[in-house]
């Protein structure tokens, strides 16, 4: 698995020459394409309110329109989301499709998902892991703009960067984010991939991509909002990332099975999962209707087989954790003049075949 380190390898045996062409034609790349949100998941997994201030339900959403109140007595579920992502994950590892499931759980009248207020899928993840300097193009601008942020520097990095984020950062689409007033004036934002665990997973049980993706639930979209100021100030990032509201998720879960990329036309393309994100689900990031952020997760140097099996080589993991699998080129930071956020910009993170995460910001 480690040998998916051989990207990032090649880079840094380059001549330094070799290596900003590389950045420059990838940063170029990354403002000329644009990122559709193609269609609407069939099957979408949410926690919502019908107003504000209600108990949290859970529901499912089907292509994007039609809410289905998934335990309408608030009985089944205890533990909300985490518990519907541990029994829809056995259900999907003994056959059953999310079809299936979607017959067997759509119970009573659905009401349009816009007449409720969503939050985030899992208001209280047990853990968010971070991956810092996934893409390559964003090494560049990193290492230009934040030096000595990483000690690889601009080279990438041998083994990746790992952090966290508190759970208490999260908050969900539509949810300001908050600029922590005398904190910080260098709040950015991070437009990323992020993907859901299924079930608890002993250390070293992932050691290929078939126990990886076994160990996935599905995906969604994180906002890896940071304080470039106080991400600096720690030699940790852990404060810098975990300030309250800092952690956009949503607007929903999608099981991985029912991950589709319009981009695959061709009936005879591998729609599975792994097949999916190594062909390239796009992704990006727009502020105050200004494209930022322009990829797909085909560039990312540690897939996310890789970045799973690195985790669980130490730790357990468990149905809940997400992995937020690293932001491409165009964050604030790298700008000229910087495009750190403000109060008052909306703030947009588009992942194809997920959705749009959108937040305001205070
Ligand atoms: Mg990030």
């Not at 499912?60 to 579920?77: F, K, P």
């Not at 969900?172 to 904190?183: D, E, L, R, Y």
């Amino acid at each position: 698995m480690l040998a998916l380190r051989a990207p990032a390898a090649r880079f840094a045996r380059a001549p330094p020459a070799a290596r900003r062409r590389c950045l420059l034609s990838a940063r170029a790349a990354s403002t000329s394409a644009s990122v559709d949100v193609g269609t609407p998941p069939h099957v979408a997994l949410v926690t919502f309110e019908r107003s504000p201030g209600q108990k949290p339900e859970l529901g499912l959403v089907e292509n994007g329109h039609w809410l289905w109140t998934l335990d309408v007595d608030g009985t089944r579920y205890p533990r909300g989301m985490l518990d519907v992502i541990e029994r829809w994950h056995d259900a999907a590892s003994g056959g059953r499709t999310s079809d299936e499931m979607l017959e067997t759980e759509r119970k009573g009248d659905p009401v349009p998902v816009a007449s409720v207020t969503l939050l985030a899928p899992i208001p209280d993840p047990p853990s968010i892991v971070c991956v810092g300097k996934n893409y390559l193009e964003h090494i560049g601008e990193v290492d230009s703009s934040l030096p000595g942020i990483s000690a690889a520097g601009a080279a990438p990095p041998e083994y990746p960067i790992i952090f966290t984020k508190a759970p208490t950062s999260v908050v969900g689409p539509g949810a300001s984010i908050t600029i922590p007033p005398g904190v910080s004036d260098a709040i950015d934002y991070e437009g990323e991939l992020g993907v859901i665990v299924g079930r608890r997973t002993p250390p070293g049980v992932i050691v290929d991509e078939t126990s990886a993706w076994d160990a996935v639930f599905g995906f969604t979209i994180i906002n890896d909002v940071t304080a470039r100021d106080v991400q600096k100030q720690h030699q940790q990032w852990y404060l810098g990332k975990s300030f309250d509201t800092f952690c956009p998720m949503g607007p929903w879960i999608v099981p991985k099975n029912a991950l589709r990329s319009d981009a695959d036309a061709s009936p005879n393309a591998d729609a599975s999962p792994a097949a999916i994100v190594k062909r390239g689900v796009a992704l990006g990031t727009v502020v105050n209707g200004e494209r930022r952020q322009a990829s797909d997760t085909s560039a990312m140097l540690f897939d996310v087989p890789a970045l799973l099996q690195v985790v669980n080589r130490a730790m357990t993991l468990r149905a809940g954790d997400v992995i937020a699998t690293g932001t491409p080129a165009g964050v604030g930071a790298g700008m000229d003049p910087r495009g750190f956020l403000r109060s008052g910009d909306a703030c947009e993170v588009t992942v194809q075949g997920v959705g749009v995460l959108r937040n305001p910001v205070e």
